[in-house]
């Protein structure tokens, strides 16, 4: 049986025999195309090829492409783990033809590999061709039906529709009609019964489609009009994983040696056995299924360089992360981190495809581990927060329901389950209802209309100019106008410029277009589909005429002073920390730099003064920088440039040094002519971002020297108020300590101040029934005077409830304390009690069952605040 690297490495030899360039896979985030945050298709990255927007670098390319779809059209997260087939993560193989060969060669290579290589049973093989669309004005694909007869008969080639037959990438972009291969994996027996070609479609797990060709000639417009595109082209899908399902002689995705030892690690881990069952109430298989799928995405993005975070594509990494946890905390009764230690596993499977993996373990490891860790303490807390919850009539209410899920992040299904087991239900309609309204205030927020490109010129090869010069003469390529959030802007592309597009972490230039004697300003430049776009708030009045682009000179002069300490202090960093510091996201700008790295403990401060020395002595060297540009990839990964995960290389590189022991890295940015014009370094914060990952924040030049002036004012000002001692440091840990002691008095007093008021302050409690009531108010203040009173009177009273306000610098504060007999007993609650009656002093607060507290702005409510706390006693006291 071939394993699956076996099946990979034929799919990519035998299109290498027909002379087929092969290519690394694009980094599964995606960049430059704001239409799509993740690869999700092979043909995502050579999108710009089928544009026109660039030439590719041969006519026929092959690849594995890392895919993943968990967002957008293509979304398959919450069907992960239920089936034998869905997956987030997956391969997708193929191979492609940019105006080169077409549908005759793309079905007699699709066929000898299927039949011939991988030695697939032909009469287990169906294909199905376009029918074509009326409303599209495509007639059907009758090229393809006569090609296809040279291999299958009549009776297996089957026409279909629109839905099954006409591939597109999103709602605009390249598209065509497509001829699927299916295969009918059932057993014998089964097969003798029912015709595999009426399940073709029709969503059997065992009739499956396995390779996608795909006739690319439009291009969908945003108003839905079909343009052929200049060229037609091939582009063709092939999904590794059920490829080697059909291969390997398995009925599902999941027993393929692509997850098989993942799934046996966590059998092991979790101490169940994976049964293969597919019933929707199978949890624990379901689970391991969703681990061992989700840990392969999670792991694959984040070697690419996007770490998890609260929104855009670090958000889908948390959510999938987050997903994985919870199905090994509900089901297989694993309650600390666990899916980081597959990591080993998955980096050597692949470590000849995507051997980034490996590189990173580490920090995959540290990054996941961290991420599990912090969900756990989610989960706990959530489970904390639930048991506050005051539920009426056996129904936990949708409002609720959201807020464990929005504010705290708690899972709802988790939040159902909870319920089911003390015999509640929850209003799944009021938490749609409440889920709804947010994504409707979050899409009004999103919204985008993008009209079409206006074309001028055609030329589509955009020259930059921008490393030597500073203004350009130049013609408008195309425009169009862009709505969001009801602002009006433009995009124009130039066919030459010298604005440099934001990428690798360096902003976009800013400055303005000249069209005669009008002056437009720009004010940002972006890269989309490898187009230099310039964002205009108006167009000129005669967009035709020549313009001059010209840069803010100033600001990028400060940008490329951030750039290139970027490359020092990365370089400095490795020095001091050591090789295994690797880029993990930067930002420069004009007024700050900041460099993100891997690194597992918080620098010392010696090793950030070591760092800056190390930086600040480069730059005193005036080292020039040297500049290379055109160096084949090769070559320059020979030559021992730094290179970074999760960035697209093209066939040659330009790369920066700056001095030939220290820093060479492949690079696109601006950069200074020598590091002296940079003139000072200063590391102004350093802190955690993630697991594994530290960032420092830094000024350059005026701005440095700007900040060590205002230090050292601050200092002075300082030594001046403590009458300027010999030893700053000494006399300030003083100061400190006589504080401290200071407080303890205090507190001291505070305990006092609440024993001498125990006396008085017991007279005025009352019985609510078994309850001991004590509502008023009091110059006790201090949590610790409080926690003393209550602790006292507990002796004396048994079941207390302590309602206590006071004021503080004319603020109104409540305090709610009982005993946890109370709590257990009568289902009472301080933190729900100080919920309901912090609205009487216009404020909020929260706390514990036995102990919480509330702050507010009016003074005057505190009698009404302690008159509903004692009203919900007494009703809680009726209850029992």
């Known amino acids: 049986m071939m394993t699956v690297k076996e099946i990979r490495q034929k799919f990519l030899d035998f299109f290498e025999s027909k002379e087929h360039k092969i290519v690394p896979s694009a980094p599964i985030v995606n960049q430059n195309d704001p239409t799509l945050m993740f ?141 699927e291969i299916h295969i009918d994996i059932r057993s014998d027996e089964d097969r003798a019964k ?76 979790s101490e169940i056995k994976y049964t293969n069952s597919y019933d929707k109430n199978a949890y624990t298989d379901i689970a391991m299924r969703v681990i061992a799928d989700h840990v392969r995405a999670v792991a694959l993005v984040i070697a690419d360089g996007q770490r998890p975070d609260n929104t855009g594509a670090g958000y889908v990494v948390r959510r999938v992360l987050r997903r994985a946890v919870r199905y090994y905390y509900s089901f297989l009764n694993i309650q600390k981190p666990f899916i980081y230690q597959l990591i080993p596993t998955l980096s050597e499977s692949f470590a000849e495809v995507f051997p980034e993996v490996k590189a990173q373990q580490k920090m995959l490891m540290d990054t996941i581990k961290g991420e599990e860790a912090a969900f756990l303490r989610t989960l706990e807390r959530g489970l904390k927060l639930f048991a506050d919850l005051e539920v009426k009539n056996k129904e936990v209410s949708g409002q609720d329901a959201f807020v464990l899920f929005d504010t705290f992040g708690f899972p709802f299904d988790l939040t159902c389950l909870l319920a089911e087991e003390k015999g509640w239900t929850v209003d799944e309609k009021g938490f749609e209802a409440a889920l709804a309204e947010q994504r409707k205030r979050s899409q009004k927020d999103a919204q985008k209309d993008v009209s079409d490109w206006e074309e001028i010129l055609d030329n589509p090869n955009v020259e930059f100019v921008g490393y030597t010069e500073h203004k350009a003469e130049a013609k408008v390529v195309k425009y169009r106008k862009v709505v969001a959030k009801g602002k009006e802007q433009y995009q124009i592309v130039l066919n030459k410029t010298p604005f440099y597009a934001e990428a690798g972490g360096q902003v976009g230039d800013t400055g303005l277009l000249w069209f005669g004697e009008e002056k437009i300003p720009v004010i940002d430049t972006k890269k989309e589909n490898n187009l230099i776009v310039h964002w205009v708030k108006k167009l000129p009045q005669n967009i035709e005429q020549n313009v001059v682009a010209e840069i803010n000179r100033t600001k990028r002069q400060l940008t490329e002073k951030n750039h290139s300490v970027a490359h020092l202090a990365h370089a400095a960093l490795r020095q001091v920390l050591g090789t295994h510091v690797q880029q993990k996201g930067s930002f420069v700008s004009s007024d700050k730099m900041r460099f993100d790295f891997s690194h597992s403990s918080k620098m010392t401060e010696e090793q950030i003064r070591e760092v800056e020395e190390i930086v600040n002595a480069k730059i005193r060297a005036n080292i020039p920088l040297r500049e290379q540009q055109n160096v084949p990839i090769d070559e320059a990964r020979e030559s021992g440039a730094m290179m970074l995960f999760g960035e697209k290389y093209g066939d040659a590189v330009r790369i920066i040094t700056f ?108 019985k609510i029934g078994d309850l001991h009531f004590l509502g008023t108010t009091s110059n006790i203040t201090s949590k610790d005077g409080i926690k003393q009173l209550n602790n006292s009177l507990s002796q004396e009273f048994e079941n207390l409830v302590l309602v206590l306000g006071g004021t503080n610098k004319g603020k109104a504060l409540l305090t709610v304390a009982m005993d946890k007999q109370v709590v257990d007993n009568y289902g009472l609650s301080a933190g729900n009690i100080i919920k309901a009656v912090s609205k009487e002093i216009q404020g909020g607060g929260g706390g514990q069952p036995v102990f919480a507290t509330a702050g507010g702005k009016n003074p005057d409510g505190l009698e009404k605040a302690i008159a509903l706390a004692k009203q919900l006693i007494e009703d809680a006291a009726q209850v029992k």
């Open 39 to 179: 690869m999700n298709s092979g043909m995502a990255q050579f999108k710009d090829y089928f544009l026109g927007n660039e030439t590719p670098s041969a006519a026929r390319i092959a690849d594995t492409q890392k895919c993943l779809r968990v967002s957008g059209k293509h979304n398959d997260l919450e069907d992960v783990g239920r089936d034998s087939y869905h997956q987030t993560m997956f391969e997708m193989l193929g191979n492609w033809s940019f105006g080169d060969y077409f549908k005759e060669e793309a079905i007699a290579w699709a066929w000898e590999l299927l039949t011939e290589v991988y030695k697939m049973d032909k009469d287990r093989l169906y294909v199905t061709i376009f029918e074509g669309d009326k409303e599209d004005g495509v007639e059907a694909d009758e090229e393809a039906f006569e090609l296809w007869q040279k291999w299958v008969s009549k009776d297996r080639i089957i026409r279909a529709g629109k839905k099954d037959n006409f591939w597109e990438m999103g709602a605009q972009g390249p598209c065509g009609p497509c001829s």
């Open 194 to 269: 029912v015709d595999g070609k009426s399940l073709v479609n029709e969503d059997h797990p065992l009739v499956i489609e396995i390779w996608n060709l795909v006739f690319m000639q439009f291009n969908r417009m945003a108003d839905g009009s079909l343009v052929p595109l200049a060229n037609k082209c091939i582009d063709t899908g092939m999904g590794l994983e059920r490829l080697c399902m059909a291969l390997q002689g398995k009925t599902s995705n999941y027993d393929t040696d692509a997850f098989s030892p993942l799934i046996q690690l966590i059998e092991k881990e």
């Open 659 to 766: 001095g030939e022991d220290f820093s060479k890295e492949l690079c696109g940015g601006c950069h200074v002519k020598a590091t002296g014009e940079i003139g000072l370094f200063k590391i102004v914060a350093e802190t955690s971002i993630a697991s594994g990952i530290r960032r420092i924040e830094a000024l350059t030049g005026a701005e440095a020297m700007g900040y060590v002036q205002d230090e050292l004012q601050q200092l002075a000002a300082v030594r001046a108020t403590l009458k300027n001692p010999k030893d700053l440091t000494k006399a300030l840990q003083d100061l400190l300590d006589a504080n401290k002691k200071l407080n303890k008095e205090l507190d001291k007093m505070a305990v006092l101040e609440a024993q001498l008021a125990k006396d008085q302050l017991k007279q005025s409690v009352v």
